[in-house]
């Protein structure tokens, strides 16, 4: 036996991802004395600047964004009772095709083996036994998101640990919810073009395809005030525009892909320690 604490590690890309996809399962788990590890990739520096003012646009100065925004995600920290906040401070690449892409030094454009290197190193600090993150495509095909999967399975394959791992994703049945919600919101949002409808209906997975459930419930005041948090990217962040209780109801299962266990804990499961505990 060890009293070392069971330990969740959830490796995102910017400020305010901890609490969309994960801000459930890291305030219940904090809750249930659980040691939870957030590692941030990037500054978010791509992000909006104060007034509303976009990447690229006069008056956008991304050092003073990611200030803003690192007090933000400490913010969102406290909320969400996360024991443990790293930062690997890549400059944000911003969205897929943006010419932050091609800058050096940012995310996007580090080699793998050297962002992979420097997060093993904090898994051998952390020893987690649950790691989680994003799927190949990122879930929607950021670069940053795909970095960050990148590193991760790098990393796990640089240590000898064996934690469950996880890759965060969505019911389409939800996805079609979201959309529902999205359109009675914008009554004038036009449809989307054939290639992208095509390019969202990929995202998420079929509902019998998800193998972990964890209901969140209980915490999603949490979850949404973490997200509010992040106050500087309000306008990005639709979900708030629902308001905290219709939020609870449509935020409050987080699910995921199952990628990694040696526990031998059976499918479909509702718990990310299922055989760890």
Not at 6 to 14: F, I, K, S
Not at 42 to 52: A, I, S
Not at 104 to 131: C, I, K, N
Request: hydrophobic share 40%; proline share 6%.
């Amino acid at each position: 036996m060890t009293d070392r604490p069971l330990t969740l590690m959830a490796v995102h890309a910017h400020p305010d991802d901890e609490a969309t996809g994960t801000g459930g399962v890291l305030a219940r788990y904090a809750a249930e004395g659980i040691r939870t590890v957030l590692v941030t990739c990037t500054d978010g520096g791509c992000g909006d600047g104060p007034g509303g003012v976009k990447p690229g646009d006069p008056g956008h100065d991304p050092a003073a964004v990611a200030l803003m925004r690192r007090q933000e995600l400490e913010a969102s920290c406290e909320v969400l009772k996360i024991s443990d906040l790293e930062l690997l401070d890549y400059a944000d690449s911003g969205m897929m095709g943006w010419s932050s892409n091609d800058v050096p030094g940012s995310f996007w454009q580090t080699p793998v083996p050297e962002g992979a290197a420097r997060l093993a190193e904090l898994m051998r600090h952390y020893r987690p036994d649950v790691v989680v993150t994003y799927d190949e495509n990122g879930f929607y095909g950021h670069p940053d998101h795909i970095q960050a999967h990148r590193i991760t399975m790098a990393a796990l394959e640089m240590t000898a640990l064996t934690p469950k791992v996880y890759w965060t994703t969505m019911p389409r049945s939800m996805m079609q919810r979201f959309g529902e919600i999205m359109r009675e919101f914008h009554e004038d949002m036009p449809e989307p073009d054939p290639a992208e409808a095509a390019a969202l209906a990929k995202i998420g997975l079929p509902d019998d395809e998800i193998t972990t459930w964890v209901d969140t419930v209980a915490f999603s005041g949490q979850k949404f005030d973490a997200l509010a948090a992040h106050a500087s990217q309000g306008e990005n962040i639709f979900l708030l525009k629902m308001g905290k209780e219709r939020f609870g109801d449509f935020m409050g299962m987080e699910t995921f892909v199952r990628v990694q266990d040696a526990t031998g804990a059976a499918i479909p499961e509702n718990d990310l320690f299922a055989g760890l505990r």
